[in-house]
């Protein structure tokens, strides 16, 4: 592949072998050289300039920083903004991860959905889901653990697959009726439990838009924090159904000639189709690539 997907590129020593090491971690707490990334609950803080970088601000006095890793010598952090003083924010500014997936480096990029999917976790894992009881923070910010039951907590990515379904010249898209007017998209669903991933592409495709596939061949994945799914692209080939809208989750369902998506690909209505920062696009653009 020519280019990581967006939100995937972290050039980054994840240190996973440190996070349980408090005497490093406190050594890296207390180095003036350690930096955090401030995040928001839906994206992060970027500061001024061209190109727009994250934010960092000095480590010492955070509360409770999550170690993301190692990067040209420098450990990162990531922090909730909340709790931070805004004297230490002066000349940033909030950003949704959406908008700053599309004008941070892939590696920027990366670091951004790792620092916001991690903080997400945090706030949603404050409790202990078996008996209630408020958790603690372990390993640098990678475990949460309940004190009185013991259960262990650890961040969590929720597969889904993303199918571009395609029959020669055209290819199945659909629409989600809260979409920007015009907008369709590869047909999408989570991995259920009991599932295996091939079972879900097969099973989507037939639920939401009652048809048949075959032959789904594994393109790439994409982290995708909103919160914590990781989608995984896939390339099928029909094989069989007319196409329409089976669930409530599309409001249609159709085939799309090569020439018109390929028309709409080349900037002629490109609301119509995801942005470039999607792994749907990267489907529709690599199939677009084969004819
Ligand atoms: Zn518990």
Redesign the pocket.
């Known amino acids: 592949m020519a280019t990581p997907n967006t939100f995937s590129g972290g050039a980054l020593d994840r240190a996973a072998d440190r996070r349980s090491d408090p005497h490093w971690l406190e050594d890296k707490l207390l180095d003036p050289s350690s930096a955090a990334i401030v995040t928001t609950h839906d994206g992060l803080y970027l500061a001024e300039g061209d190109p727009p970088r994250p934010a960092l601000v000095a480590v010492h006095g955070l509360e409770q920083p999550v170690l993301l890793g190692v990067r040209d010598g420098r450990v990162l952090f990531a922090a909730d903004a909340e709790p931070v003083h805004s004297d230490r924010l002066v000349g940033a500014h909030a950003a949704t991860l959406r908008d700053a997936g599309a004008q941070l480096s892939p590696e920027d990029a990366g670091l951004a959905a790792y620092a916001v999917a991690m903080l997400n976790w945090h706030r949603r894992n404050i409790f ?1 889901g ?2 209630g ?1 408020r958790t603690v923070v372990a390993d640098a910010g990678h475990l949460r653990i ?1 004190p ?2 013991g ?1 262990h907590i650890h961040p969590r990515t929720d597969p889904v697959v993303i199918v571009l379904v395609t029959d020669g010249d055209r290819a199945l898209l659909g629409r989600q009726p809260r979409w920007p007017p015009g907008r369709y998209s590869a047909l999408a669903g989570f991995v259920e439990p009991g599932e295996s991933i091939e079972d879900t592409v097969a099973r989507e495709i037939r639920e939401e838009a009652g048809v048949e596939i075959a032959d789904a061949r594994y393109r790439s994945s994409q982290p995708w924090p909103f919160p914590s799914s990781l989608m995984l692209g896939f390339i099928a080939t029909y094989c069989g159904g007319e196409p329409e809208p089976r669930d409530r989750e599309l409001e249609d369902v159709r085939w799309f000639d090569r020439d018109e998506l390929a028309e709409i690909a080349a900037g002629n209505r490109p609301e119509h189709i995801p942005p470039p920062i999607a792994i749907a696009r990267r489907l529709i653009d690599e199939w677009l690539s084969l004819g």
């Open positions: 202990c078996v008996c009881t309940c009185r039951c259960n």
